[in-house]
């Protein structure tokens, strides 16, 4: 079976654009978590869905959106982009929702100029 | 809010040697500790759960202990190998409220042929 994807893998952009960044749950699972992790430092908390309903958001900004399709797929949105966001933006899901066991995808890179 | 420590930051050891990577938590109301493994620019790859009414897990060469009431955790990697060389991770969920994991900012481990 597949596991977590993402898409795209790299993406550079320029302070003040939006992007939007997607990611695949492995099949069956319901729950997907978006997280940002800067260099030399453990991932931050950023959205959690199940269901499709938002269960959880971190301490960021409005700037950051995010929703879950029908199938399970989600988007986190970004805008007005600052240089500060430049990161490696996580996806995650789980099988037995929120508080399950989390498996991860290989990420995107998103670096602003 | 919960914070997470990981201790040492970084460490070097040669072939064959067995290790210990330690992970600390300021509360001790979780519902389960996850360990990650990270190569360089990649994603998380799932190690080990516990769930806060178990002891410990083990997962091959990898064991890892929790200790809920003093807010620890180890991972034991017996007879390293080169290919173990990554950074490792310990998350947290808590028990209530926000179901996302924190993170600590992880141990860089380099084992040495």
């Known amino acids: 079976d597949a596991g977590v994807t993402q898409s795209p893998t790299h993406l550079i952009k320029t302070r003040g654009q939006q992007v939007t960044l997607r990611c695949s749950p492995i099949s069956g699972h319901k729950s997907v978590s978006w997280y940002q992790q800067v260099l030399g430092q453990g991932p931050q908390f950023i959205f959690q869905y199940y269901e499709k309903e938002e269960r959880g958001r971190g301490n960021f900004p409005d700037r950051f959106s995010a929703r879950q399709f029908p199938n399970y797929s989600s988007e986190l949105n970004v805008n007005a982009l600052l240089l500060g966001d430049s990161a490696l933006y996580l996806c995650?899901?789980?099988?037995?929702?929120?508080?399950?066991?989390?498996?991860f995808g290989p990420g995107t890179r998103l670096t602003v100029t | 809010k919960q914070e997470v420590t990981q201790i040492p930051a970084a460490l070097s050891v040669p072939e064959g040697e067995n290790l210990v990577l330690n992970c600390s938590f300021t509360?001790?109301?979780?519902?389960?500790l996850q360990w990650f493994r990270q190569d360089p620019g990649k994603g998380l790859t799932s190690l080990l759960l516990?769930?806060?009414?178990?002891r410990e897990q083990t997962s091959g060469r990898l064991n890892a202990s929790l200790d809920k009431s003093s807010g620890r955790s180890t991972l034991y990697i017996a007879a390293s190998q080169p290919g173990d060389s990554a950074t490792y991770l310990c998350a947290v969920r808590m028990d209530t409220g926000r179901r996302a994991l924190t993170f600590g900012s992880g141990t860089r481990l380099q084992v040495q042929p």
């Open positions: 995650a899901s789980s099988l037995t929702g929120p508080r399950g066991e989390q498996y």
């Open positions: 509360d001790s109301a979780i519902y389960n």
């Open positions: 516990i769930q806060s009414s178990q």
